[in-house]
């Protein structure tokens, strides 16, 4: 893929009111591993190269602090900044050495919308794991609550240099490599995070992971389905915080020739919330759940 100055979605950082209790779920149910700890802060791996893909912070209650995305290099890191501010972006932080497992370069910024990201390069990757059979390996995508999602997605698109994959009635698709999208920008009557995607080896592992999380008490959300945009395997859950987040697999492989499609082509029939029309109507608990997660 070529000329995106953000090359993926590195890591979510999220506030948690209970942070022993937050690490056995996302370590004994939701399948990462710890690798770092320091005071009131963990940050949690997956299977595969990136440092860390989760880091959890004590705070009041629950609440996204920041998206970290890979910016190429340096100076690209810098240019998109740049772009950044020209589309309203405010810049937070400078770019700066981190203390965090990774190091790396990084920057943070706050957009228009109030949402907190940060833009790391040269960060540290680590040899991936084995796959395992219902782990996540990585982050997917983060879907952030718009109360305007045209602006929202027209600087990601101009401020940060991602493209347009679809755009449904309620949401735009932003991409920022191979993988249909890296964000989602879902209407909303609040700015904020809907949910986080952490992407499973394959649809079985989605399956496999769900049943576990069944078996530890936590019900499916939402799902099991195929999404339409994307064409990626899904199901959701409610972490014990009330943050929502999600397992998929085999989200759709764009190149430079994707044409993205407009809301008159993600049309389902009456009843139906998925491809294969086995997802049940989403719960109205998931859905207030969806919208109650705000920017610290």
Known sequence: MSG??????????????DLPAAERFYTDVWGLDVTARDSGRIWLRGTG?????????????????????????????????????????VVLAQPAELAEPGGGLAATLRDPSGFVLRLVTGDACRVPDAPGRDRPDRL???????????????????????????????MAFERCNSDHHAVVLAEAPVDGLNHVAFNMPGWECVMRGAGRLIDAGFPIAWGPGRHGPGDNVFAYFIDPFGIVIEYTAEVEQVGDDHVARGPDHWVWPPGRTDQWGIAPPKPDATKKAQLAIRFA
């Open 4 to 17: 995106f100055p953000v090359t993926g979605l590195r890591s979510v950082e999220l506030l948690v009111p």
């Open 49 to 89: 190269a990136d440092p860390h893909v989760l880091e959890l912070a004590e705070g009041p209650g629950a609440a996204i602090r920041s998206a970290t995305f890979r910016a190429a290099d340096p100076a690209t890191l810098d240019r998109a900044l740049g772009m950044a501010q020209r589309e309203g972006a």
């Open 140 to 170: 997917a995508h983060v879907n952030l609550n718009c109360t305007d999602v045209d602006a929202a997605a027209a600087f990601f698109e101009r401020g940060l240099g991602f493209r347009l994959a679809d755009r449904s009635k309620l």
